[in-house]
C-alpha cells in the first residue's frame, strides 16, 4: 500500500482527499501547516506528497525545497493560484508536477499515476547494471552472462554488484570487505581474495581480457 502525505490547511478539502485516496487504497497522514508537513516529510518515508502553496507557517515553496535538499519522494503541488509564474515557480522549487485548484479528482488520480509508473521505471532502469556481456538486476538479484543466467551465492552477487557499480574504480580489499560484509565484520580481508575466485570461477574469467583484473598491493578492478 503506498503511503501519501497531504499538506494541506483547508480541513474540510484534506479529509475529502483523504476519503477518495483511502478509497483508492492508498494509505494517508495529513499534515495541516506547512511546519508540520516539512516534519512530516523528513521523519518519515512517503510514495508522494500532496503539497499545498499557501500554508500557514512555512509555505508550499519553501516545503518542497527543504524536501529536495535529502529526499527524492514525488512531489504534486496544488494550489488555487493558476497563472504560469505560480506554475514556473513550483516546478522550479522541485515538484513533479502542479495541479491547479478546483480539479477534478479523477485527474489526480491519472497524475499520481503517471507520476508512480514514471518513478518505479526509473527506479527499475537504474537497477539493472551491464557489462560487457554480464547483466545483473538488482531487485530480482538475476545475473546472466550472454543470456545464460548464472548460479551466484548472495556474497558472489553483493560482490559482482559491487564491481559492477564501480567500473574502472580500484577497490581495495579493506573497501570491499566493508561494501559486502559490514563495516563491523571479524572476517580477515583474505576472504575477499577468496570469493573473487569463487567469482572469477563462475564468470569463465580467464586469460588476458579478464573481468575483474588485479591490481598488486592495491585489490580489484573491473576495467573498460
Known amino acids: ?17 483523504e476519503l477518495e485516496l483511502v478509497h483508492e487504497s ?7 501547516d506547512g511546519t508540520s508537513g516539512l516534519q512530516l516529510a523528513l521523519e518519515q518515508d512517503w510514495d508522494m506528497i500532496l503539497l499545498d502553496v499557501m500554508l500557514p507557517g512555512i509555505n508550499g ?24 509564474t505560480d506554475r514556473v515557480l513550483g516546478l522550479d522549487c ?29 527506479e527499475e532502469a537504474l537497477a539493472v547494471l551491464s557489462f560487457r556481456d554480464l547483466v545483473l538486476n538488482l531487485n530480482t538479484r538475476i545475473v546472466k552472462q550472454s543470456d545464460e543466467m548464472l548460479n551466484l551465492t548472495k556474497r558472489e ?25 559490514g563495516y563491523n565484520t571479524e572476517v580477515e580481508t583474505n576472504v575477499v581474495d577468496v570469493y573473487v575466485r569463487y567469482l572469477r570461477n563462475k564468470l569463465n574469467d580467464s586469460g588476458e581480457d579478464n573481468y575483474i583484473q588485479t591490481i598488486r598491493g592495491v585489490g580489484y578492478v573491473m576495467r573498460l
Open 157 to 181: 552477487f553483493d560482490l559482482l554488484a559491487v564491481f559492477m557499480q564501480n567500473i574502472n574504480l580500484v577497490l581495495s580489499r579493506d573497501s570491499l570487505l566493508d561494501k559486502v560484509w
Open 61 to 84: 515553496i519553501d516545503v518542497c525545497q527543504e524536501i529536495r535538499k535529502f529526499k527524492k519522494t514525488l512531489i504534486i503541488m496544488l494550489t488555487a493560484r493558476n497563472n504560469l
Open 94 to 122: 522541485g515538484a513533479d508536477d502542479y495541479i491547479p485548484k478546483p480539479f477534478a479528482i479523477e485527474e489526480l488520480f491519472a497524475r499520481m499515476r503517471a507520476l508512480f509508473r514514471r518513478f518505479e521505471n526509473s
Open 1 to 17: 500500500m503506498k503511503k501519501i502525505l497531504i499538506v494541506e490547511d483547508e480541513p474540510n478539502f484534506a479529509r475529502f482527499l
Open 26 to 32: 492508498y494509505e494517508v497522514v495529513i499534515a495541516y
